[in-house]
């Protein structure tokens, strides 16, 4: 049997793989203990209905007009979709019992690794054992083991999340840079409003807890887009919860008998918008990786280099990406919180440019039928694990023969679409005819 600790998306997504290759699956998670939406794109919702997770998305979306104020300029970006997280996690568990998944409800209290498997104790169910363990808590799962070493963690960050009931109106959602953080706002129709301000723990100087929902509310009464945006009626039960947004990428991420995933495998800036996405990618390539060290304990090194250097380079790349928004904001540079965002984690681009003389192939690990095996790629500037194949297409061979024959000739034996689209990737690679 197969316990995954966490209902989160990426806990359901790697349930939801293994039962489709006939695992027996348990999964072992407690309620998240407050409420909170969450900002998706289209591209979001379309990964999670593909993992299977009807359900969760079924009431929980709510079509919002983002509004973005950075480095003094407004502008209304495209459409996001909110996430009610409560009606989420609710539809995420619901798309596990219809799948056939043991769900137990509790709180994991420990985990005891064994030679060859785990012994799980939960809060109220006594213990479990398993042979194979995923972690999937989330931001809350434990850190690695210490002999793993420090993995990485960007500027030490922490999201100050504000909700209360408000007066009805329209659904719509906004982010605005600020000198020492950024904020997110909500409104749903309903009136639920979210101000969410992120700081730097180092240099926020935030007042004590008894204190700090008062400072909250008077720093976004300062923000005249927040009070444009929340309007003045009454503000009924006013919560505050804290949580850590560092970015966090764990040491280690897969033994032969254990898997990290989603947030417990890397955590990302919320800033991205990304979160949910990235915790789907780790997690849709994980029951491939797992089914591996069970069935083809020789390919064991392989899988987990597959799934560590994929979690590794997604997660430097959103990292990137993040620092390039932060870059963005110029108003504040030298201000602590923006300063050492700016940096971090590296200089390097988030995109390289395409450089066809400096494509290569090496041999790399990928996923074929069911399984991590290991092929012949093509290692570009930009994706530099390598492309197997396009459309079907093994690249490495077909730029074997382009050092020596026309392209014509090369692309002869395929179909029109596939021609059409190599073609595609050869010239965005940077290739001339
Ligand atoms: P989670 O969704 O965190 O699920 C983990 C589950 O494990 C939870 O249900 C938890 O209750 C359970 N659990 C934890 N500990 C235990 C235990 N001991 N025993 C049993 N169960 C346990 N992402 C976006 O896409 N858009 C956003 O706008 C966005 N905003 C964010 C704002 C903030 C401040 C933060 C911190 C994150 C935000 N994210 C956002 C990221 C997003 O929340 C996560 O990336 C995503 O939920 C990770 O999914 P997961 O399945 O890995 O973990």
């Known amino acids: 049997m197969i316990a995954i600790l966490g209902a989160g998306p990426a806990g359901a997504a790697v349930a939801l793989g293994l039962r489709r290759l006939g695992y027996d699956v348990t999964v072992v998670c407690e309620w998240r203990r407050f409420a909170a939406l969450e900002g998706v794109s289209v591209r979001v919702l379309e990964a999670l209905r593909g993992a299977g997770l009807q359900h969760a998305l079924a009431e929980a979306t709510l079509p919002s007009q983002r509004q973005v104020s950075w480095n003094g300029q407004q502008h209304a970006q495209n459409i996001e979709?909110?996430?009610?997280?409560?009606?989420?996690?609710?539809?995420?568990?619901?798309?596990?019992?219809?799948?056939?998944?043991?769900?137990?409800?509790?709180?994991?209290?420990?985990?005891?690794?064994?030679?060859?498997?785990?012994?799980?104790?939960?809060?109220?169910?006594?213990?479990?054992?398993?042979?194979?363990?995923?972690?999937?808590?989330?931001?809350?799962?434990?850190?690695?083991?210490?002999?793993?070493?420090?993995?990485?963690?960007?500027?030490?960050?922490?999201?100050?999340?504000?909700?209360?009931?408000?007066?009805?109106?329209?659904?719509?959602?906004?982010?605005?840079?600020?000198?020492?953080?950024?904020?997110?706002?909500?409104?749903?129709?309903?009136?639920?409003?979210?101000?969410?301000?992120?700081?730097?723990?180092?240099?926020?100087?935030?007042?004590?807890?008894?204190?700090?929902?008062?400072?909250?509310?008077?720093?976004?009464?300062?923000?005249?887009?927040?009070?444009?945006?929340?309007?003045?009626?009454?503000?009924?039960?006013?919560?505050?919860?804290?949580?850590?947004?560092?970015?966090?990428?764990?040491?280690?991420?897969?033994?032969?008998?254990?898997?990290?995933?989603?947030?417990?495998?890397?955590?990302?800036d919320p800033l991205s918008g990304n979160g949910i996405f990235q915790s789907l990618s780790s997690a849709l390539q994980a029951p491939v990786v797992i089914n591996t060290l069970l069935r083809k304990p020789e390919r064991a090194a392989l899988a987990r280099r597959f799934h560590q250097q994929r979690v590794e380079q997604l997660f430097l790349r959103f990292a990137r990406i993040g620092r390039d928004f932060y870059a963005d904001e110029q108003r504040w540079k030298d201000q602590p919180f923006w300063h050492a965002r700016r940096q971090w984690p590296d200089a390097e681009v988030a995109h390289a440019q395409a450089d066809f003389a400096a494509l290569r192939i090496e041999r790399a690990p990928v996923l074929r039928e069911g399984f991590v095996d290991e092929a012949e790629v093509v290692i570009t500037a930009d994706q530099p694990l390598g492309i197997w194949h396009v459309q079907g297409v093994e690249l490495a061979p077909l730029l074997r023969r382009l050092a020596g024959e026309p392209i014509g000739q090369v692309l002869a034996g395929l179909t029109g679409e596939q021609g059409k689209v190599v073609r595609g990737w050869l010239l965005a690679q940077g290739y001339k005819p």
């Open 81 to 268: 979709y909110l996430l009610d997280r409560p009606a989420f996690d609710r539809g995420l568990r619901e798309d596990l019992r219809l799948a056939g998944v043991e769900l137990i409800e509790g709180r994991v209290l420990g985990v005891q690794p064994l030679a060859t498997g785990s012994r799980i104790e939960i809060e109220g169910h006594g213990v479990l054992a398993c042979e194979f363990l995923v972690e999937a808590r989330g931001r809350q799962a434990p850190a690695s083991h210490k002999t793993l070493g420090k993995g990485l963690r960007g500027p030490e960050t922490v999201s100050l999340l504000n909700r209360w009931q408000g007066t009805t109106g329209e659904t719509a959602s906004a982010v605005e840079s600020l000198e020492d953080g950024w904020a997110w706002m909500a409104r749903r129709a309903d009136g639920q409003c979210y101000w969410q301000w992120t700081v730097d723990v180092a240099s926020a100087q935030l007042p004590g807890k008894a204190q700090l929902l008062d400072y909250c509310s008077q720093r976004r009464r300062g923000s005249a887009l927040a009070r444009a945006f929340f309007g003045a009626g009454t503000e009924a039960d006013l919560q505050l919860h804290a949580r850590s947004s560092t970015a966090i990428l764990s040491p280690q991420v897969c033994g032969d008998h254990w898997i990290r995933v989603g947030d417990a495998a890397m955590a990302v």
